[in-house]
């Protein structure tokens, strides 16, 4: 499995904010460095992008100013 539950499951901060910039960031894949661009995890977009946050490899900065 992609993801470790244990991670997930245990995941302290607000879980909204992190969905939200889950979401944000599979938007914006292009840009990512870090994302894996093997053939057999390709179309795993959601689950490599969560790894990548819940391992510290992609930061997202989430202000709440009112603008998307």
């Known amino acids: ?8 499951l ?11 910039a889950a979401m ?3 938007e914006k894949i292009g840009n990512i460095r870090e994302y894996p ?3 057999s995890v ?3 977009v959601v689950p490599n992008i969560l790894k990548l946050m819940l391992n510290k490899n ?3 900065d989430f202000s709440n100013e009112g603008k998307e």
Request: aromatic letters at 12%; glycine letters at 6%.
């Open 1 to 8: 499995m992609i993801i470790t539950l244990d991670k997930l």
């Open 58 to 60: 992609l930061n997202v």
């Open 24 to 26: 944000k960031a599979v």
């Open 37 to 39: 661009e093997d053939d």
């Open 10 to 20: 245990t995941y302290g901060g607000n879980r909204y904010v992190f969905t939200k």
């Open 42 to 44: 390709k179309w795993k």
